[in-house]
C-alpha cells in the first residue's frame, strides 16, 4: 500500500505518510523495532512538514514511536514524545476524552520507569480522576491508573496519601 500510494499520491500525501505510520506499527508488532522507529520516525517528520507541529495525527504517531522507544533504554525520548502528544490531545480532544487519558497514564508511566516518582503522580492522579468519572471506579483502566499513583506515591514514602486513596484514615475513624 505504501509503495502504490508513494507512486500515485506522493510520500507527502496524508494517506501516504499515514500508511507510513502503519508500517512502523506492523514493524513493531513484528519485533522490528530498529524498523519501525524508522518508519514513524520518517511519518512523523512528513506529518509535522504536511500538516503542522500540532496536527493530531502527529500525536498518534508520538505514541507508537513512544511505544516504540520504550520506557526504559530510551525512556527520555520517549517521555518527549508523549509529553507533545499530550499538549496535542488536550488541544484537540480535551482532558476527558479517553485517548489523552490513556497519554496521561502512559507518560506516568515513563516517568516512573525512570524513577521520576514525584513527576509521574499527577498524571496517574489526573488519569485515575479522570476515568472514574469517565469509565466508573471499577473500569479496568481506572484501576490500572489508581494502581500507578499508588506505587508512585509508595516509592517516595508517602503512605499517608495512599491510605487516603485507599481509604485507611475512613475506616479507622469508624
Not at 520517549?78 to 488541544?91: P, Q, T
Request: charged share 25%; with cysteine.
Amino acid at each position: 500500500v505504501l509503495r502504490f500510494r508513494s507512486l500515485i499520491l506522493g510520500l507527502r500525501n496524508p494517506l501516504t505518510i499515514n500508511s507510513l505510520a502503519n508500517l512502523g506499527y506492523t514493524y513493531a508488532q513484528q519485533g522490528q523495532l530498529a524498523k519501525a522507529r524508522e518508519s514513524l520516525e520518517r511519518a512523523l517528520k512528513l506529518s509535522e512538514e504536511e500538516r503542522g507541529l500540532d496536527h493530531l495525527e502527529n500525536a498518534r504517531f508520538m505514541i507508537l514511536l513512544a511505544d516504540v522507544l520504550g520506557n526504559e533504554t530510551f525512556a527520555s525520548d520517549s517521555e518527549v514524545y508523549l509529553r507533545y502528544a499530550l499538549k496535542i490531545l488536550n488541544a484537540s480532544k480535551g482532558p476527558y476524552h479517553e485517548d489523552t487519558m490513556s497519554c496521561l497514564h502512559r507518560l506516568g508511566t515513563n516517568l516512573a520507569m525512570q524513577k521520576k516518582y514525584s513527576e509521574a503522580e499527577p498524571y496517574f492522579y489526573h488519569a485515575w480522576t479522570r476515568r472514574e468519572i469517565q469509565l466508573g471506579k471499577e473500569s479496568e483502566a481506572t484501576l490500572r491508573s489508581k494502581e500507578g499513583l499508588i506505587a508512585s506515591l509508595n516509592s517516595q514514602g508517602l503512605q499517608q496519601e495512599v491510605d487516603k486513596i485507599l481509604g485507611v484514615a475512613e475506616e479507622m475513624a469508624h
